[in-house]
Structures are given as structure tokens and as C-alpha cells.
């Protein structure tokens, strides 16, 4: 070992940020391996490593005894007091057994050593920026594509897209920029794994915490999101701040912060709709842009029946059952939906606590909603 090496270690020390005493112990530890392999050697022997010139010694331990049995391990008390007269049985006894050749092998386990730790650092350094970062947006770059994932460059590390949390509208090519949600950070024996969605709700939470500051200093709160990624999604926003309108905030001025989302998400429609306490006014924001003339809540099963104008039914239930389904997601009550004509039938409209507003009032949302073709 040289005095080159030491200066490397301390500058390691400095830009990786590992301690320089433990990588001087993982080298004594490699070199007792690599003296008893390169060698043949089985006695217990310890390595003195100078840290002022870098020069290196082998002492081979051996116990005093009275009788020895292993000349490898054990030394007699009277071989012993030749060297030193003080020994007695039971003491250490270190002799030096330094080979002539063992520089390069030094040399050449401390590198390999060296180059270990570095890079076990880098990728604890790596872990632990990540796993902050879990549930977070960030922006990577797609480098390479196979049959099971994307491969998508973040700087340090590559992530890894998978199939399934792949929007189907989308199609990639390297090189591609992309904004990626990050939903597990694994340690794994070939270091970090991370593993990043274009599917998860969360990055339609995150898009909006970008674009909308009300969402980013706590005016705003997204409350529950529902996502059939490369579609359709809607999301509850509220306020405590009575001034402040809280489906207005994440439109944005001429609908400029939901179409930032809408255009990052490669046209996905997004249905903004204002949360409540309330399942009855909750439910019936969740069904817009339909029109709802009443609802009755069965609070045992969290189970709704809707009632809708007969020319809105359509409207209400949405493609395939669209948008039933994403207003049963976002509130998390179950929603049937009936015709103001059927409902009339089955004898369970009008009532007379029928919830009124929504007979009466015009849709006050209609200016926000961006996407209100339903087919």
C-alpha cells in the first residue's frame, strides 16, 4: 500500500462521505483473508498498517502455553520468554511473518476493497435520497423499453415502469421526457431498486400540488381522488377559508392549471368537484357535470339512491359506467342512479324532505368543467 492510496481514502472520505477508519478496517480485514488464501496460512494474524507512509506488516498471533499442540496457533512459554522474558502462559505473542511479495496482493485487495465500499456508499447514498422521495413526482427520462418495463432514468438511478402502471393512451420511445410517481424504493442486493407509476392517483394529487400554489401552501385540499388513468378522472377539493373557491383555485384562470394537468396526462379529462360532510350534497357533486334532483342515504350499507332528470340519465351513469363508477370511488358510497320517471314508479319520488337545492338550482360548476361530453 502507498501513501497515494491514504490521500485517496481521505479524499474519498471528503466527497463520498466515508469514514476513512472504516475502510482502513475493511482492508485489514481483507488482507488477513487474502494472506491466509494466497498463502496457505492458518494461524491468526493481524495486519499494522502505517498511516503516515502507507508501509504494512503481517504478526502472526500466537497464544504461550505449556504444551503445544498447534505450532500455527500456539507458542511454547519457553520459546516465548527467548524473545521476551515477561511472557507467561496465556499471553499473545505477535512475531512478524510480512511475505516478500505481499505489496501487490495488498495492493490489489485494498482497490478491490476500496472500490466495494465506494460503491455500497453510493448506493446507501442513493437509498436514502429515494425513500424520502417515496409518493413523490419527479421528471425522468426514458431510456430504454422491453417487454416488462420502461426504463426511466431519474440522474443517479434508473426506475423502473412497469407494464400495468403504464397509461394505455401513452406510447414511449427513449428519450422521451416524462413525469413519474414514485410508489416503492426497495433495497435489494444489487442495490437500490425504484419503481415509478404513470397510473397511480397520487400522481394526479402531485400535478395538481404543482400547478395549483392554493394545493401547495394548505389553502386548498385535494380530499380524495379518483383515477381510470388515460381516461377519466375526478378529484374533491376543499377549503376551510370560506373565501377562497376551491374548485375556481385548481381550474385556474381561463381553465390554464387543469389544462396543464390535462395536457401532462396526454388528454386525460379531469372533473373537478367540491368536497362536503355532507354524503347527500358529496354524492351529488361527484355525479357532475349530471344534474341531481335527489338523494336518499342509507347509512348502514353507505349505500346512495340517486335520482336524476330522465334526459340527465345518461349523463349521469356515464360510458360503460363511467362516471357512476369514479363518483362511487371518490366518495366511497355505493350510487345507483334512477330516472326521475322510474323513481316516480317505484313510489320513492317526490318526497317531502326530497333534497331541493339540486331541483331548483342551475349547475354552478358548469364553467369549470372542461370535458362535458359524456357520449
Not at 465506494?118 to 427520462?141: K, L, Q
Not at 385540499?221 to 378522472?233: N, W
Not at 390535462?262 to 379529462?269: C, D, F, S, T, Y
Not at 326530497?354 to 357520449?375: N, P, Q, R, V
Amino acid at each position: 500500500m502507498s501513501s497515494e492510496l491514504l490521500d485517496a481514502l481521505t479524499l474519498l472520505e471528503k466527497e463520498k462521505g466515508i469514514s476513512r477508519d472504516i475502510l482502513i478496517d475493511a482492508i485489514e480485514a481483507a488482507l488477513v483473508s487474502a494472506y491466509r488464501r494466497n498463502f496457505n496460512q492458518a494461524q491468526n494474524v493481524r495486519i499494522d498498517i502505517n498511516l503516515q507512509n502507507g508501509s504494512m506488516r503481517v504478526f502472526a498471533r500466537k497464544e504461550v502455553v505449556d504444551q503445544v499442540f498447534d505450532s500455527r496457533l500456539e507458542i511454547s512459554i519457553e520459546d516465548a520468554q527467548r524473545i521476551n522474558p515477561n511472557y507467561q502462559v496465556e499471553d499473545i505473542v505477535e512475531m512478524e511473518v510480512t511475505p516478500k511479495d505481499f505489496g501487490r496482493i495488498a495492493a490489489q485487495t485494498a482497490k478491490q476493497v476500496v472500490t466495494q465500499r465506494v460503491r455500497e456508499a453510493e448506493r446507501g447514498i442513493i437509498y436514502s435520497e429515494f425513500i424520502d422521495r417515496e409518493e413523490d413526482i419527479m421528471t425522468g427520462i426514458v431510456q430504454r423499453l422491453d417487454s416488462k418495463f420502461i426504463y426511466v432514468s431519474l440522474g443517479k438511478i434508473e426506475a423502473l415502469l412497469p407494464l400495468n402502471e403504464q397509461m394505455p393512451n401513452e406510447r414511449y420511445k427513449p428519450h422521451d421526457r416524462i413525469k413519474v410517481f414514485i410508489t416503492k424504493v426497495e433495497k435489494t442486493t444489487k442495490g437500490p431498486q425504484i419503481f415509478v407509476s404513470r397510473t397511480h392517483p397520487g400522481l394526479l394529487k402531485r400535478l395538481f400540488e404543482i400547478e395549483v400554489p392554493e394545493i401547495y401552501d394548505g389553502t386548498v385540499e385535494i380530499k380524495s381522488v379518483a383515477r381510470e388513468a388515460g381516461d377519466r378522472s375526478k378529484i374533491s377539493v376543499h377549503s376551510e377559508n370560506e373565501e377562497v373557491d376551491p374548485v375556481g383555485s385548481c381550474v385556474g384562470p381561463k381553465g390554464t392549471r387543469v389544462q396543464a394537468v390535462v395536457n401532462e396526462l396526454k388528454g386525460e379529462k379531469i372533473d373537478i368537484v367540491k368536497w362536503s360532510d355532507d354524503p347527500i350534497v358529496f354524492v351529488a357533486n361527484s355525479l357532475s357535470p349530471s344534474k341531481v334532483l335527489d338523494v336518499m342515504v342509507n347509512e348502514g350499507e353507505k349505500a346512495t339512491t340517486v335520482v336524476v332528470p330522465d334526459y340527465q340519465l345518461s349523463l349521469a351513469i356515464g360510458k360503460r359506467g363511467q362516471n357512476a363508477r369514479l363518483a362511487a370511488k371518490l366518495t366511497g358510497w355505493k350510487i345507483d342512479i334512477k330516472s326521475e320517471t322510474d323513481a316516480r314508479e317505484l313510489g320513492i319520488y317526490p318526497r317531502e324532505e326530497s333534497f331541493k337545492l339540486f331541483a331548483d338550482e342551475t349547475d354552478s360548476e358548469d364553467e369549470y368543467d372542461l370535458e362535458l361530453d359524456m357520449d
